[in-house]
C-alpha cells in the first residue's frame, strides 16, 4: 500500500484559501500517537497557530524521545495566542 505524507503547513493553507470565509478555523483537535510534536511546532513556527480559535490535543509523552521538552515549549506558544480552558498535562 503506497502512503502519501502531507506537509500539515501545506494542508491548513489550502483549508484557509477553499473552505473558509476569512482563514480562521473554528477548532484543530489533534490525537495523533505523537504526532503532535511536528504538528503542533510546525503550525507555531509558521505563525499559523493564530488561525485556530480552539486548539486541542492529547499528548503521547511516552511515544516520542524529549517528549517533555517539546511539550513546555507547545505550551509556552500557545499562551501566547490562546488562553487555557482546560489543561490535562501529559494525559497518555
Known sequence: ???Y???IVQVI???QRTRTKN???DLLSINCEGCEFEILPALILNDMIRYFRIIQFASHIHLVPDASCIYCQIEQALERTHQIKY???KLW
Open 13 to 15: 493553507r489550502k483549508i
Open 1 to 3: 500500500q503506497r502512503v
Open 5 to 7: 505524507l502531507l506537509d
Open 87 to 89: 489543561h490535562y498535562s
Open 23 to 25: 482563514g480562521l478555523i
